[in-house]
């Protein structure tokens, strides 16, 4: 049996960070307790935010490793963190959907058309923000699979 992409297990409620790189380091951290990737794909998940912001716009920031940390990369997979406070991207960006990738084999520019899916409509980040249960926000995911 393969491992789900999105599961209950992977959503993270009512979190709060005080600065971007421990909400990155949290985004990754479900995908490697999940067993998605390895430890070192978090490393890479900062190093790409140095790169370039995955923050996309409408409160939501996309997190992910470089192009190298494919290999550090077991199985796809996503992890999904509510901030309803909100954590500071920079530049007067706010971020409080935070959605880690990681994909196997080229599946992330599937998982990404996806989640594009999802996140274009505001209506839906507001209700991922005002969520109550992780399977309210996995049916929201679940529509578009």
């Not at 490793?65 to 290999?71: L, N, P, Q, S, V």
């Amino acid at each position: 049996m393969t491992k789900e992409i999105l599961s209950t297990e992977n959503i993270v409620l009512n979190a709060s960070f005080s600065t971007k790189e421990k909400a990155i380091r949290s985004t990754g951290q479900v995908l490697v307790d999940k067993g998605y990737v390895e430890r070192e794909y978090i490393d890479k998940m900062l190093e790409r935010e140095e790169l370039t912001s995955t923050y996309m716009g409408n409160f939501v920031a996309i997190p992910h490793g470089t192009e190298d940390a494919k290999k550090s990369v077991i199985t796809s997979g996503l992890s999904i963190i509510q901030v309803p406070h909100g954590v500071d991207f920079g530049d007067g960006n706010e971020v409080k959907v935070l959605i880690g990738i990681a994909g196997k084999d080229g599946e992330h520019l599937e998982i990404l058309s996806q989640i594009a899916i999802v996140c274009s409509e505001e209506e839906n980040i507001q209700k991922i923000v005002e969520a109550k249960t992780a399977e309210e926000i996995l049916n929201l995911f679940n529509e578009v699979v």
